[in-house]
């Protein structure tokens, strides 16, 4: 896991580098998932909002960000889960996206869209959630599994709208949301022992090689920013640097 850390943190430190921002701030990250518990930012590993622009109102943006996620569900199982069924891990995020920027006064809405890849690394298997989810299909009274998993790169696509608002010429506020649908592959294999309510016990093996981890929902983002540049305006680059 700790050489994992040090590749994200470098491959961050490698797209700060080779960005030629006029903007830079402080911002905070959080992600909602469906199905799943709130997930939070790493700080200060999320660079966010660099890349160049292709005409005045049109620009290409990346970053990367690296998330602490509680919880994350599994999909395309034999069964539905309401709660989270992996987690807690660590998520790089790495966005791709066209961003339109419209900028009048002390205003800039930015409209995104694009794609993102994603991994999952640290992963814990959350029993708890899976036994119950495992009992109620199977219609046991008790479930004990035992799994083992691999996990594999994702990717995704998303849509979102960015609203900042400068205080003054050079100081501005940014809200953020993304909407997110992504999937990476997770096959499950192991076995499970259970038991009826009559005490019968019951030993089945498990294979799932079909299992996802669902990277669905919804990401906020607050920001603090500075602008050299002296706020928006038309043919102003709109790159950001964040962390």
């Known amino acids: 896991m700790i050489r994992k850390i040090k590749f994200i943190v470098l491959a961050l430190l490698l797209i700060t580098s080779f960005a030629q921002a006029q903007q830079f701030g402080l911002s905070f990250s959080y992600f909602l998932p469906k199905n799943g518990y709130l997930s939070t930012p790493v700080s200060p590993f999320s660079v966010r909002g660099i890349g160049v622009n292709l005409t005045d109102f049109l620009s290409l943006e990346t970053g990367g960000s690296l998330y602490r996620m509680s919880g994350l569900n599994l999909k395309d199982l034999p069964f539905d889960s309401k709660n989270p069924l992996v987690g807690p891990n660590f998520t790089a995020f790495v966005p791709a996206e066209l961003v339109l920027m419209l900028k009048t006064g002390k205003v800039e809405l930015d409209l995104k869209g694009g794609g993102f890849f994603f991994y999952c690394f640290g992963n814990k298997i959350n029993y708890g959630n899976f036994d119950r989810a495992l009992r109620t299909f199977e219609e046991l009274e008790v479930v004990n599994s ?3 998993f691999t996990s594999k790169p994702g990717f995704g696509y998303h849509a979102g709208a ?3 608002l400068y ?24 076995s499970y022992t259970g038991s009826d309510n009559s005490g019968t016990l019951t030993t089945a093996d498990i294979d799932y090689k079909d299992a996802k981890i669902d990277f669905t929902g919804l990401e906020f983002t607050i920001s603090l920013i500075f602008d050299a540049g002296g706020g928006p305006s038309p043919g102003k680059k709109s790159n950001k640097r964040r962390r």
Do not use: M, R
């Open 146 to 148: 035992d799994l083992t």
């Open 162 to 164: 960015e609203l900042t």
């Open 167 to 190: 205080v003054t010429s050079s100081v501005g506020v940014s809200f953020e949301t993304n909407y997110l649908v992504g999937q990476a592959g997770f096959p499950l294999k192991g």
